[in-house]
Nanobody
């Protein structure tokens, strides 16, 4: 089973950019679909983006579509979330997750994630 460690969070101004990384331990990284979720203060955790095992398919929440890009480097056991044009409402703890989604439709909303990192905090100042 993989273990996930996120990094790259921090404080950024509105309109700025950040790149989050999620390093996975273990040799089975390529066996997992990967996703990013976030949880803002006082709110439930929500799906942000997902990528299939091969990296050939990516999915995004409507709130981040066109601004965020998910990618993975299977040789480096790492998944990334490039975040551009950040807004104060993007402020949250961002979590990396791994799992096997039963269908593409399920992966498109982050269903099937079973392994979670501890999160990295992103604060977007206005």
């Amino acid at each position: 089973q993989v273990q996930l460690v996120e990094s790259g969070g921090g404080l950024v101004q509105t309109g700025g950019s950040l790149r989050l990384s999620c390093a996975a331990s273990g040799r089975t990284f390529i066996s997992y679909d990967m996703a990013w979720f976030r949880q803002a203060p006082g709110k439930e955790r929500e799906f942000v983006a997902a990528i299939s095992r091969s990296g050939g398919s990516t999915y995004y929440a409507d709130s981040v579509k066109g601004r965020f890009t998910i990618s993975r480097g299977n040789a480096k056991n790492t998944v990334y979330l490039e975040m551009n044009s950040l807004k104060p409402e993007d402020t949250a703890v961002y979590y990396c997750a791994a799992g096997v989604s039963p269908t593409a439709q399920a992966l498109s909303v982050g269903v099937g994630m079973e392994i979670w990192g501890k999160g990295t905090l992103v604060i977007v100042s206005s």
